[in-house]
């Protein structure tokens, strides 16, 4: 069965790295637009970083921008989240998810990706 599992996170002073990955397996997801998603205790899905399925087009919520890198690696399956400079506020679990849906652009919203992987958590200290 298609799984998509999230690893890379953990805990990490404020400027520092992680590299977060989301590899798939059973099925291929090189057909589709990929995201990654945030969610702080008490509080919803935000986004962070799309990509499309070609690769070429990325898209940052403003919080990010300037930091985070998205990426994939179609022979790999897996998709990439880059984060520098980490925050305080950078903290949750962070979700990759698929879209399966053809669209002409990235979509931002939760409800617009079908499938979720389980999450991994990114801890930044002051």
């Known amino acids: 069965q298609a799984q998509l599992v999230e690893t890379g996170g953990g805990l990490v002073q404020a400027g520092g790295s992680l590299r977060l990955s989301c590899a798939a397996s059973?099925?291929?997801?090189?057909?589709?637009?990929m995201g990654w998603f945030r969610q702080a205790p008490g509080k919803e899905r935000e986004f962070v970083a799309g990509i499309s399925w070609r690769g070429d087009s990325m898209y940052y919520t403003d919080s990010v921008k300037g930091r985070f890198t998205i990426s994939r690696d179609h022979a790999k399956n897996t998709v990439f989240l880059q984060m520098n400079s980490l925050k305080p506020e950078d903290t949750g679990v962070y979700y990759c998810?698929?879209?399966?849906?053809?669209?002409?652009?990235?979509?931002?919203?939760?409800?617009?990706?079908?499938?979720w992987g389980q999450g991994t958590q990114v801890t930044v200290s002051s």
């Open positions: 998810a698929a879209d399966l849906r053809p669209r002409s652009a990235v979509a931002t919203t939760p409800q617009n990706y079908d499938f």
């Open positions: 059973g099925r291929s997801f090189s057909s589709h637009a």
